[in-house]
């Protein structure tokens, strides 16, 4: 993992060279350790119960402007438009998590039905890996095909 690489990672992940790593960063880089813990700050609404999420999310839209990031700057105004919906999925536990599964695991049976000369393959793999079906295979229809 390179040098700024530690700053991907959760905290409680971190190994004792990545935490001084970390702290290097701190010292030497404001500007981007700020960032980090605003990251940080952030990612942790997701983890809380819903009224301390509410809670650190009203502290975060508090900091994000002040923080002269402009990138944090122009986050803190996108959340605080689609501050409703995000409290609830705070409420929810909601996320996009799971569609975005399907679509990575849609993607890979694409990539498996290259060359079939229509969509009906594909819609079929779908149908097999994804849509919960289990047909009978030969040899549980025909017991004599065990071996």
């Not at 905290?11 to 940080?40: D, F, G, H, V």
């Not at 498996?112 to 393959?121: I, K, Q, V």
């Not at 779908?126 to 071996?147: D, F, V």
């Amino acid at each position: 993992m390179g040098h700024y690489g530690v700053l991907r990672k959760n905290p409680e992940r971190l190994s004792s060279p990545q935490k001084q790593t970390l702290a290097a960063i701190e010292r030497e880089n404001q500007p981007l350790y700020r960032a980090y813990l605003l990251k940080e700050a952030l990612r942790e609404c997701f983890h809380l119960e819903p009224s301390a999420a509410r809670s650190q999310l009203a502290m975060w839209l508090a900091w994000a402007p002040r923080s002269r990031l402009e990138p944090f700057v122009k986050l803190a105004k996108s959340v605080c438009e689609h501050r409703e919906r995000i409290e609830a999925a705070f409420d929810t536990g909601a996320s996009n998590g799971l569609a975005e599964s399907t679509n990575t695991r849609v993607r890979l049976l694409h990539r498996m039905a290259f060359g079939f000369h229509s969509a009906e393959p594909l819609v079929a793999l779908a149908m097999l890996k994804l849509g919960g079906l289990c047909p009978p295979l030969p040899r549980e229809r025909y017991p004599r095909m065990r071996q």
